[in-house]
Each structure stands twice: as structure tokens, then as C-alpha cells.
């Protein structure tokens, strides 16, 4: 597969695991005393465990997961709604695939299909819209999910309804920012973390720049990484030099792929159609400012909170999260998946708990799935 | 083509048990099985029950696909493939087949022949005769158009004992072909991703090449890879031989469109279906024999070792061509594409 099997060369992965041990060396990182690396998105966390790139770097190196997996941070009251929307009649409910198992207080969405609500898997807000057209007796509503990486094509699909007018065509939209959620860590008082690898996907968008506080205000090294073991073990090369050298730099590595700037089209797309909510819930979190997009009154028509009559209340909406589960102390790098008490023992991914056991991306599926039965034996 | 059964589609009349319900049976299905009895019941013989200490081997599967017909294949070829399969696995030549049929009404009548003609081109192929069978018809939307359930009647040599407990340390694992074929096939036909490719399913009865193997070496054990793919047939073998299998990454037979589409949608072809694909372990010392006769058998061309059973924790792990290793899981549920 060219294009893909050069980001995956075993050779060129041993020279830069070489240059990671003496930087880590010079650093003076050890087990006792690591280095602490944040990967903020879900899909960096999938790629280390199914690269093994966790056992392949020096003990030194500690790789705390971030909160960028959108299905995981979904807040258990907004599956609800969905489940809500859904289940009324007339409704075609799509979504992408990976929220289909997310458990609400109630139900999932696999559940609700199930016991008989229309819910259809899509792979674009592009099929919803199609699906829109080709039922205009039937309300479709698209549960517009994830950041800034799939905002912008929900995004486009508003507005390409507005065009059409379609007037049974409505986005549930649950889109977050990923910047807001990372200062929220730093300002944690138990924050070890000493840099971050940064979504690449997202900075396509959004551009490098929405990250120079993480350098500016806190002094932490960031690096917009790849997804590929290359790019992952090249960017966190990057910021093991920067700590070494005293830096605290924003640092593009997927330049491939990202302009400094972003994508002016899609932020122009985004600004359009939304505006920031005063705050948003992120399960494991709890309500972060301005970290939530909803749909701007110009384009009411197409939004499912207006049409469904179900809104959004900031702060008197939190679900109890379920007695035992650490995914908050996970989330900011306080504990691993496996010091957990439910990690194995009430929370797999079969019956998650948390919201980081949800999708193959969170940090506890993703220790589950790639080192489940050998973590839960060392941690016996 | 018989002239008593003049309509286009299924209906609920051709259930009714009258006129109507003889002529498609008889129209469609047992001229083209020609079943030998035209009692209730198959009467069956074979020089293979007169062995001493042979066995019988019996299975049955339900057969439910969309779309039912798919590049390399249909639902009537998977029913034969798949219950041949699940005989020849365990060491059993495959003899006689049965085939019940839930048809959908306004299911094309034209559809029903097409899949009862692959079907028995599939029988005949892989040397089994189709000896009983029945059908219903249930109203729209009731059915998914048709589902095939198959049951199958085999009979193990006494000299054969295929079974996956029976895995020793260090034995070979070795794999017919190329995974995930069918699965990649199946995502891509159902339309709705827009995916363009060249695949076909691999839908293959492998009672051939089964006999073909067992004749050359010793077979340990042997499992099909359908659903669940072989990740899931590998830590089931793991679980009940009580050793850890190693796979090799760069040993696994997978075609460029299958990792492509495996990419693309953030899927992994360790779990992809497969409806012509096995895994058999056999003593390292009989591999290179094994391998042989395999790839002397159309299905098992291109046949590959992708591992090995070692003594330790009863799981699957995989050394990455990247150089590390992760453990292969049972899959949880369906795998679903990733949102980004």
C-alpha cells in the first residue's frame, strides 16, 4: 500500500526509537521519573497500542491519553436525547457508527434499534442529507458528533440544506473544540504533564495556531503529529528536544497535511453555521467553557434542538457518573486505565462504564482491546 | 424451464400449501436438486458408514446476507459453501446437504432460480448432494427477501481426530488463502460507502482441500473463519488448547483493496469475514507438506503459515511488521467505522 507502508518502515522506526533513547537519556528520564506525553486525540491512542509504540520507546517516556475521542466524552444525558429524537415517530435518526454502542442512562442507540426506532448508520452528514431527499415525508435528523475534524462537513451539509430548502433535515449538534478541554488540564493542580502531541486532523482545520497557548501561558511543548508510528515516534522525538533544549514551541510534524493556517474554507464554513454554547459537559470532565458549537439562529430551521423543543441547559444536566469510575483521574493523567477499581471488573468494553472504555479509541478500550487480560494480570 | 409456474414473484398463495406452493417447489427447486426420494425423507447410504470406528458428522447454519447477491457469490452459494465447510473442518467428507428456504412475498421468482442454480453448482462441485428441503413464505418485510438455513451430514474416517484441543507447543498455523475478502466484498457492494474495487468473495466449499491436506499429514485442529474473522477463530482454538498463538503480521496473506478498504474505514482484516478461508495446525515437522498439498488444490493457493502455538497465557498476539506486538482480541459485538 504505497503512501501508507513508508509511514510504517521498521527500519527508519529504529533510528528515531535510537535518537528517543539518548534524548530521553539526556533528559534524565527514568522510570521512576518519567517524562509525561500527552496524546489529546483517540485516534494517536488506537495507533500507539496497535503499533506497541507504549513498549517500544524507553521506560522514561509516559504516555498519559487525552480527551480527544469524541464518542468517549459524549455526556451520557445528550445519548439520552438522542435516544429521545430518535424513538419519535416519523423519524429517520443517523449517525456515525461508533456512537451506535455509547451507552445513555436508559439505552444506547443500538438498544433503541432494537426495540424498533428508525436509527441508520451514515459515513457523512452528505448520506443524511441524501437520505433527507429521498424521504420527504419522514424528519431526518444527523447526530453531528466529533471536532473540528468532522464539524466543518456537518457544517457544509446545513447549508447545503438551506440551498435546497429541505425542510425535513435537521443536525442534533453536539460538535466540541479540542483547544478548551487541554487548558482545562493545565489548570488542573494535580497537571504532571510535561508536553503534548497534537491531533493532526483537527490542525488540517483548524490550523497550528489555536495551540499557542499550550507554549505562550504554559511553557509546555506541542507537536501536531501524524497518525502513522513514524509520525507519532518523529513527534515525540520533537518534543522530548524541545524539553531537552529548554523550548516551548508549537511544532507542525504532519506538515504533509496541515497548513499553518488551517483550512480557510472549512473555518469560514464553521463560522457561519455555528456559535459558540457558554459551556458544554464532556463526560469525565464536566462542563468546560465555550467548548461546544450550536447552530446559529440563521440557520434554526436545520437545527433538531429548535424542532425537537430540546435546548441545552448548561449545568443542571450532569448524569452521575457511575460509583467507582476514575475516568476523569485517567483522563488528566492522575491514573492509568489499569489502577482503576472497574477496569476489568464491571467496566469492559462489552458493558463499558466509562466513557473511555466506550470506543476502540478511548484509553481503556484501547488498553483492553491491545493489552487487556496481560494488564489486568500485572496489575494482580 | 417448467411451464406450471408462470408468475414473476413470491406469494403468500405459494405458501398456502396448494396448486400454487407445488408448482414452486417443483419449478424451482426439486427439478434442479432432483432429489432421489420423493418421500418426506431422505433414505441415505454410503460405503463410508461401513468403515468401523467411522463417524457421522452432522451441522447445521442459517444463511442471512445483504445484498444477497454480491460479487464472487450468492446467499445459495454461501449455504452450500458454509455447511460443506463447517463439515470439512472438523475432518468429515462432506456427503448430503439440506436446504429450507424463508421466502419473502414479492420475492422475483427469477432470483429464487438463480440462487438455486449456484447452489447446485456449488453441491456439485464440492462432490455433496442436496437430498431434502423445504420452504415457507412469510409477508413483506417479515423476511429479508430469502434466508437459507443448511444443514449438512458428513462422515469422519476413524482415523481422524480434528480437534483444537489437541494443539501442541510449537505447532504450525497455517491458513488456506487470502482474509477478509468476503468481508471487504460485502461493505463495498452494499453501496453505501461509495468504495470502488476489483474484490470478489472468497466463498469456497473446502471439503477438497481438506481431504487433500488430511491425506498428506496429520491435521491438529482446524476451524473455519467466518464471522468474526480469523482473529476470532484463532482465539477460540487458543482458549481451548490452553496455549498463546503468535501471530507474524507480515506473514498474513491480505490484498492491497482489503487493507485499503481496512484503512479507510478504520477497520482490521484480522476480523473481516471470510466465507472460503481456514486455519489448521499441524506439527512443524509436517508444515512444509502440509503447505504442499494445500497449494496443490485450487482453494489453497495461495496458503501461508502465520504463526504458531506456544505454551503460555491462552491468547492471541501479533508481532507488528512495525516491530512491536499487540494482542489480537475477541471481537466485541460488530465492528462499527470510526468517525475520524
Known amino acids: 500500500m504505497r503512501y501508507v507502508e513508508e509511514f510504517r518502515d521498521p527500519q527508519a522506526a529504529k533510528a528515531l526509537l535510537s535518537k528517543i533513547e539518548k534524548v530521553t537519556a539526556e533528559i534524565g ?20 497500542f496497535r503499533y506497541g509504540l507504549d513498549r517500544l520507546t524507553p521506560e522514561g517516556i509516559e504516555f498519559i491519553h487525552g480527551p480527544g475521542c469524541p464518542v468517549c466524552v459524549l455526556p451520557m444525558s445528550r445519548v439520552d436525547e438522542c435516544v429521545q429524537i430518535a424513538e419519535k415517530d416519523n423519524v429517520i435518526f443517523t449517525t456515525f457508527g461508533d456512537a451506535m454502542r455509547v451507552p445513555g442512562t436508559r439505552k444506547s442507540l443500538l438498544q433503541a434499534k432494537a426495540d424498533g426506532a428508525d436509527i ?74 510535561d508536553g503534548f502531541v497534537g491531533p493532526g486532523h483537527v490542525s ?13 501561558d504554559y511553557g509546555k511543548p506541542i507537536v501536531v503529529a501524524g497518525f502513522e508510528p513514524l ?150 | 424451464m417448467n411451464k406450471m409456474l408462470r408468475d414473476e414473484r413470491v406469494t403468500l398463495s405459494h405458501g398456502g400449501g396448494g396448486k400454487a406452493m407445488r408448482d414452486l417447489i417443483q419449478s424451482v427447486f426439486t427439478d434442479v436438486f432432483e432429489p432421489e426420494s420423493s418421500e418426506d425423507q431422505a433414505r441415505l447410504m454410503s460405503d463410508a458408514l461401513l468403515e468401523k470406528g467411522a463417524k457421522l458428522a452432522f451441522t447445521t447454519d442459517s444463511y442471512v446476507v445483504t445484498p444477497v447477491e454480491f460479487p464472487g457469490g450468492d446467499i445459495g452459494k454461501i449455504a452450500v459453501c458454509g455447511t460443506v465447510n463447517d463439515l470439512a473442518v472438523g475432518g468429515a467428507k462432506p456427503l448430503w446437504l439440506s436446504a429450507a428456504f424463508i421466502i419473502e412475498e414479492g420475492t422475483e421468482i427469477a432470483l429464487l432460480r438463480r440462487i438455486v442454480a449456484s447452489m447446485k453448482a456449488e453441491a456439485d462441485k464440492a462432490g455433496v448432494k442436496i437430498v431434502t ?27 481422524r481426530d480434528i480437534r483444537a484441543d ?48 488430511c491425506h498428506a499429514v496429520p491435521v491438529r485442529a482446524c476451524r473455519d473463519a467466518t464471522r468474526g474473522g480469523i482473529a476470532s477463530s484463532l482465539n477460540e482454538m487458543a482458549e481451548a488448547a490452553g496455549l498463546s498463538i503468535e501471530l507474524d ?18 477497520l482490521d482484516p484480522l476480523y473481516l469475514a471470510n466465507e472460503g478461508t481456514l486455519v489448521l495446525f499441524v506439527a512443524p515437522e509436517h508444515a512444509d507438506a502440509a503447505l504442499a498439498a494445500m497449494r496443490s488444490v485450487d482453494t489453497g493457493r495461495d496458503a501461508a503459515i502465520i504463526g504458531r502455538a506456544k505454551a503460555g497465557t491462552p491468547m492471541v498476539t501479533m508481532k507488528t511488521a512495525f516491530g512491536g506486538s499487540r494482542i489480537v482480541d475477541m471481537l466485541v459485538g460488530e465492528q462499527l467505522p470510526r468517525i475520524c
Not at chain 2, 498455523?173 to 461509495?194: K, P
Request: with cysteine; net charge negative.
Open chain 1, 29 to 48: 528520564a527514568t522510570k521512576e521519573k518519567p517524562i509525561h506525553i500527552m496524546e489529546i486525540c483517540g485516534g494517536h491512542t488506537h495507533a500507539i
Open chain 1, 120 to 193: 441508520r448508520m451514515v459515513y457523512s452528514p452528505l448520506d443524511a442529507l441524501e437520505l433527507a431527499r429521498r424521504n420527504p415525508d419522514k424528519e431526518v435528523v444527523f447526530f453531528g458528533l466529533g471536532f473540528e475534524t468532522t464539524t466543518p462537513s456537518t457544517a457544509l451539509s446545513i447549508q447545503q440544506a438551506a440551498r435546497e430548502g429541505l425542510p425535513n433535515f435537521s443536525v442534533f449538534c453536539n460538535h466540541i473544540t479540542v483547544p478548551e478541554p487541554i487548558k482545562v488540564l493545565l489548570d488542573d493542580p494535580y497537571m504532571v504533564l
Open chain 1, 204 to 216: 488540517m482545520v483548524i490550523g497550528i495556531h489555536p495551540y499557542d497557548f499550550i507554549a505562550q
Open chain 1, 231 to 380: 509520525d507519532l515516534l518523529q513527534s515525540v522525538l520533537m518534543v522530548l528536544e524541545q524539553i531537552r533544549d529548554g523550548r516551548a514551541e508549537v511544532e507542525n510534524q504532519y506538515a504533509r497535511i496541515v497548513p499553518e493556517h488551517g483550512n480557510p474554507v472549512s473555518i469560514a464554513a464553521m463560522a457561519d453555521v455555528y456559535q459558540r454554547r457558554p459551556s458544554f459537559e464532556w463526560r469525565g470532565l464536566g462542563e468546560i467553557d465555550s467548548s461546544g458549537l450550536r447552530i446559529r439562529d440563521q440557520y434554526k430551521a436545520f437545527d433538531a434542538e429548535e424542532k425537537f423543543g430540546i435546548g441545552y441547559a448548561a449545568g443542571q444536566r450532569s448524569v452521575q457518573e457511575p460509583d467507582g469510575c476514575e475516568c476523569g483521574a485517567v483522563m488528566t493523567g492522575r491514573i492509568k486505565p489499569t489502577a482503576c477499581p472497574k477496569f476489568g471488573n464491571g467496566c469492559t468494553p462489552e458493558m463499558p462504564l466509562g466513557a473511555l472504555m466506550v470506543s476502540s479509541e478511548g484509553a481503556c478500550a484501547a488498553y483492553w482491546q491491545y493489552g487487556g487480560r496481560r494488564a489486568v494480570e500485572a496489575a494482580e
Open chain 2, 133 to 159: 428441503g423445504d420452504t415457507k413464505v412469510v409477508g413483506r418485510g417479515s423476511a429479508d427477501q430469502v434466508f437459507i438455513t443448511s444443514s449438512g451430514v458428513g462422515v469422519i474416517p476413524a482415523d
Open chain 2, 166 to 213: 489437541s494443539i501442541q507447543d510449537g505447532d504450525v498455523a497455517i491458513v488456506n488463502g487470502v482474509l477478509g475478502d468476503h468481508g471487504a466484498t460485502i461493505l463495498a457492494a452494499r453501496g453505501d460507502m461509495m468504495l470502488m474495487s476489483d474484490l470478489q468473495s472468497d466463498c469456497a466449499a473446502l471439503g477438497h482441500l481438506m481431504e487433500a491436506v
Open chain 2, 249 to 266: 503480521e507480515t506473514t498474513l496473506p491480505l490484498r492491497a483493496e482489503v487493507k485499503g478498504t481496512c484503512e479507510i474505514l478504520g
